[in-house]
């Protein structure tokens, strides 16, 4: 089993360029999340998908938009990057709410 | 703010001794969890303490509850260098919609 898998792991954008973070999980999970961690801050939610089908709004979702694709997958979207998006992304799964989440190993993301 | 806050920030003992870490947090929990990140790496779960219980073991580690004080503690015994990492303290709060919420975190460094 690989887990949680992240593409890209590296990503370097310019001001107001658009990406897709991937996240795929091949638990069996019903539940999916996307973090961001910033130094100083610990790890912030953006977005959350308690199970397929749902997403709602975490603690700093402005600037991004995500999709369950599946029971899966689970992308984040940038549609207009900002300095301030420059972090590092991670993406978890739990197999019940509120249940130990498993990360996978993150995605750099530098917007110059 | 409802995450859990770590103390010390910073915590750096020699190899075989053993390394207490605290957590506190300030409303009703439905359970805590303790995760591990190295360096460059996505987050390990490592224990899940729920609000009814006051102890948990796993292998090296024990964590302790006290919900009357609102604090929770991570022993590391005997410890190794491989035990360097920053620790997290995380919290899901009693309430349906409640999402777990990450403490800044613990730098542990133990010297060979």
């Known amino acids: 089993n690989a887990g949680v898998t992240q593409t890209p792991k590296f990503q370097v954008l310019k001001t107001g360029q658009s990406m897709t973070l991937q996240c795929a999980q091949d638990m069996n999970h019903n539940s999916m999340y996307w973090y961001r961690q910033d130094p100083g801050m610990g790890l912030r939610l953006i977005y959350y998908s308690a199970s397929e089908g749902t997403t709602d709004k975490g603690e700093v979702p402005n600037g991004y938009n995500v999709s369950r694709l599946n029971k899966r997958e689970f992308s984040l979207r940038l549609e207009s990057a900002a300095p301030s998006q420059t972090s590092v992304y991670f993406c978890?799964?739990?197999?019940?709410?509120?249940?130990?989440?498993?990360f996978g190993p993150g995605t750099r993301l530098t917007v110059l | 703010s409802q995450q859990g806050e770590e103390d010390p920030q910073a915590l750096s003992i020699q190899e075989g001794e053993n390394a207490t870490m605290n957590c506190s947090y300030k409303?009703?929990?439905?359970?805590l969890q303790w995760y591990r990140q190295n360096s460059g790496r996505g987050l390990v779960h490592l224990i899940l303490i729920r609000s009814n219980e006051r102890e948990k073991h796993s292998g090296r580690l024990r964590v302790t509850l006290d919900t009357s004080k609102k604090s929770s503690s991570l022993l590391i015994t005997a410890s190794r260098a491989a035990d360097t990492a920053s620790y997290f303290c995380a919290t899901t709060f009693t309430g349906a919609n409640s999402k777990l919420t990450f403490g800044k975190g613990i730098t542990l460094s133990v010297r060979p």
């Open positions: 409303t009703s929990i439905n359970n």
């Open positions: 978890a799964s739990s197999e019940e709410w509120r249940g130990p989440q498993f």
